[in-house]
């Protein structure tokens, strides 16, 4: 059964502006008067005055947001402002921020990751937590609501919250019920019955029309048969009900995908220094790994968070060649990268979260081929650490494509994946396939077909031992028009070998023709 929490800020939109103005003088009241007193002054006005966000809404000036003090005086959100001025002469406003309101939101979704790695936002002013498996890091549901809830006040982030079964019912106690309410699994009905149907999220007119009605709390809504409550009230109603109490699924759109897997460690003291960073790194493994080997799983990428107290976030990750599940050998691969962190004022919490979880068991490819599956198991370390310095895009091997044009016929690949049919051995191709091939100078061969018994390429001269082709290839002419297609695309390639045992791809480009110099190139290096 999922555990959901809501979290909601009715001075969302306040909160962030006095947090992105902390020393702002009060600004011009809708009066015409302007604070201009001492500082001790403004700042006892600032906190005595109503305030508000005004914004243009509908063709006219309205209200967006509105703090304590203005919603004593009888303000509320949507007031047109000129009504809310002349009810609170005194009344402050600046200008709504919308956009710096829905980046505060996204970055507080990022800080919640310390709690849940299974985040959603409740656009504008709240959030969902699926904190199904992770309240026992905490010691339970009330002790990590306690620590969430607390962090966000000591913020400055005021948040009413509540746990349930599902995100209406989660939601419905946030808004409407006792502050830090947690509904017991199955036993939400109870705690929504005398809440008002506007916890339902119900439109404002469907809501409006119940209450007209004389349905004051949702007790009476549950009693109405679901028929006659349709036909009513519209199958809106009828969803959101089945929301609430967990008769019918609602999906909520995580910032991250959901994902189980997810250990977390939390410190007494703020830690800042390289190695206990490291050490950490190793111990929140452990922990997580311990749960893969469990599982009989393991993981081809992890990431790393430290949670400092001012409340950024730290990510880091990494990337394995074969899904694994051992503490160790992932220390290894963050403590590179764990130099870059900054600590600031210290880290306080450390996360881990696996991702691409697939099942591993005891490797054994074949009975006959226990060899190769031991050099894959000794090849894929140091691959994970090439490929975790260099960049994923820097390691790689060569996969065959479907092609016989030299440069089209193979394509990088994932290092470790499984080898694929393709390759044809009586054709064998260079190790190093040049890019472009390079021309070839005072080649000496014996017309039509032979191969070259001498070249220089690079300013060296090669004289040739033994020799193979040649293996005429042609352009795909059925890619194209036929018209397009030409005799002069046409490729003699020999591979050949000089007197010290350097082995060589080269072509002549062409048909032979009396009396046209032949062109011929390097194209490959053969190990």
Not at 18 to 43: C, I
Not at 151 to 176: E, I, K, M, Q
Not at 502 to 520: H, T
Request: aromatic fraction near 8%; hydrophobic fraction near 45%; proline fraction near 9%.
């Amino acid at each position: 059964m999922a555990r959901i929490l809501c979290a909601w800020s009715p001075l969302w939109a306040i909160s962030n502006w006095r947090r992105r103005n902390p020393s702002a003088e009060p600004p011009r009241a809708l009066s015409g008067e302007v604070g201009t007193g001492s500082p001790s002054e403004s700042a006892t006005r600032k906190e005595s005055s109503p305030f508000a966000l005004i914004e243009t809404a509908q063709g006219a000036r309205r209200l967006s947001a509105v703090d304590r003090t203005g919603r004593k005086l009888g303000l509320y959100v949507g007031q047109k402002a000129t009504d809310a001025a002349a009810i609170a002469p005194e009344l402050i406003t600046v200008e709504a921020e919308p956009e710096a309101d829905a980046q505060a939101l996204e970055a507080l979704v990022d800080w919640c990751v310390r709690f849940s790695p299974a985040v959603a936002a409740d656009e504008p002013d709240g959030l969902f937590l699926d904190i199904s498996g992770v309240a026992h890091l905490w010691g339970g549901e009330a002790a990590l609501l306690a620590d969430f809830q607390g962090r966000l006040t000591a913020n400055g982030l005021a948040f009413r919250c509540a746990v349930a079964d599902t995100p209406g019912a989660a939601w419905a106690l946030a808004h409407y019920g006792e502050d830090g309410a947690i509904a017991p699994p199955g036993g939400q009905i109870a705690l929504l019955a005398p809440l008002p149907p506007a916890a339902l999220r119900l439109a404002p007119e469907t809501a409006a029309q119940i209450d007209r009605l004389g349905l004051k709390v949702l007790a009476q809504l549950f009693d109405i048969p679901r028929a006659p409550l349709a036909r009513r009230f519209g199958m809106e109603t009828l969803t959101r009900i089945d929301q609430a109490l967990g008769r019918s699924k609602e999906a909520l759109t995580y910032r991250r995908p959901a994902n189980p897997w997810f250990a977390r460690l939390a410190f007494a003291e703020p830690i800042s220094a390289p190695e206990d960073m490291a050490r950490v790194a190793y111990d929140v493994g452990l922990q997580l790994c311990a749960r893969l080997e469990k599982e009989g799983r393991g993981a081809r990428r992890f990431e790393l968070c430290f949670h400092r107290v001012d409340g950024h976030v730290a990510p880091l990750n990494v990337g394995l060649a074969l899904a694994a599940r051992d503490p160790v050998r992932i220390a290894k691969l963050f403590a590179p990268k764990i130099e870059t962190i900054d600590p600031g004022f210290g880290v306080e919490v450390v996360t881990l979260e696996a991702a691409e979880v697939e099942p591993v068991s005891g490797r054994q490819a074949r009975l006959d081929s226990l060899l190769e599956a031991g050099s894959a198991e000794g090849l894929a370390p140091l691959i994970d650490r090439l490929t975790n310095r260099l960049g994923e895009d820097r390691v790689w091997k060569a996969r065959p494509v479907e092609s016989h044009v030299p440069e089209q016929s193979a394509a990088p690949g994932a290092p470790m994946a499984p080898p694929l049919a393709g390759w044809d051995p009586e054709r064998p191709r260079p190790l190093r396939l040049f890019s472009r091939p390079e021309p070839l100078e005072l080649v000496m061969a014996p017309i039509p077909d032979d191969p070259p018994v001498q070249f220089r390429w690079r300013g060296q001269m090669y004289r040739v031992r033994r020799a193979e082709g040649p293996e005429r290839i042609g352009e795909e002419w059925w890619r194209g028009e036929i018209e397009d297609a030409r005799t002069s695309h046409i490729r003699d390639y020999y591979r050949v070998e000089d007197e010290v045992g350097a082995r060589f791809w080269l072509f002549r480009a062409g048909i032979y023709a009396p009396g046209v110099e032949a062109k011929w190139w390097l194209h490959g290096l053969f190990a």
